[in-house]
């Protein structure tokens, strides 16, 4: 079955660079969220979409933003990153309205700022 | 307020031993989703089970077993005949009827020792 993509698996960005980090739902999922997760840390949410449209919003710093694209994927766009936001990037989809509500995970974008 | 708690921060069990992994929760709404991921060194998040709130009947599935209590707001884990290949972090998480993000806890890791 298909899962979750997210591109690139591993990034190394250099402090105050950009980085923007891509996930792709699974098919007919409409409903996409981003979390990030610190070394040793547990995931944390930063922000949702459903049909394209913020539907949750967490602990996103305001350097990063994010959008819903009308073929359901969703990009998270960092800028003048910090030491600090080295950290696994977790997308995670899931069918609104669904009967069982699981949020399906992708394998994570592992960032690095140096 | 939602919030998860998995007091045990590391476990170290010897191969086929049995272990317990505790997950405590936080919530004032009346309907709300439990879930268990496991985290393997590979770094994605794999899902194992959801619990809804008003379905109390604990679970098994091969040699994962569930116990859920909402007297005791818990939500507990065990894995019976541990392998080598249980180590993981496991984290335990919840999400409520009126939001979208996942709670999680601070997940707990699991080294099984040949």
């Known amino acids: 079955a298909a899962g979750v993509i997210q591109s690139p698996r591993h990034l190394i960005k250099e402090k105050r660079e950009t980085a923007t980090?891509?996930?792709?739902?699974?098919?007919?999922?409409?409903?996409?969220?981003?979390?990030?997760?610190?070394?040793?840390?547990?995931?944390?949410?930063?922000?949702?979409?459903y049909e394209k449209m913020q539907s949750d919003k967490g602990s996103i710093p305001d350097r990063?933003?994010?959008?819903?694209?009308?073929?359901?994927?969703?990009?998270?766009?960092?800028?003048?990153?910090?030491?600090?936001?080295?950290a696994l990037y977790f997308c995670a989809s899931s069918l609104s309205g669904g009967l069982t509500y699981e949020q399906y995970f992708g394998p994570g974008t592992r960032l690095t700022v140096t | 307020a939602q919030k998860v708690t998995q007091a045990q921060t590391e476990i170290s069990v010897v191969e086929k031993e049995d272990v317990t992994?505790?997950?405590?929760?936080?919530?004032?709404?009346?309907?709300?989703?439990?879930?268990?991921?496991?985290?393997?060194?590979?770094?994605?998040?794999?899902?194992?089970?959801?619990?809804?709130?008003?379905?109390e009947q604990n679970e098994i599935s091969g040699r994962y077993s569930w116990n859920f209590q909402k007297s005791t707001s818990s939500f507990n884990f065990t894995i019976t005949a541990s392998?080598?290949?249980?180590?993981?972090?496991?984290?335990?998480?919840?999400?409520?009827?009126?939001?979208?993000q996942f709670y999680f806890g601070t997940g707990t890791s699991l080294t099984v020792i040949p």
Request: hydrophobic residues 30%; aromatic residues 18%.
């Open chain 2, 83 to 100: 392998q080598v290949v249980d180590s993981a972090v496991y984290f335990c998480a919840l999400r409520s009827n009126t939001g979208n």
């Open chain 2, 21 to 55: 992994l505790d997950c405590v929760y936080e919530t004032r709404d009346t309907t709300y989703y439990l879930f268990w991921y496991k985290q393997p060194p590979s770094g994605e998040l794999v899902f194992l089970i959801r619990r809804n709130s008003f379905d």
């Open chain 1, 64 to 86: 990063f933003s994010a959008q819903q694209f009308s073929d359901y994927h969703s990009e998270l766009n960092m800028s003048s990153l910090e030491l600090g936001d080295s």
């Open chain 1, 21 to 49: 980090l891509k996930c792709y739902p699974i098919p007919r999922h409409d409903t996409v969220y981003w979390y990030q997760q610190g070394p040793g840390q547990d995931p944390q949410f930063l922000i949702s979409f």
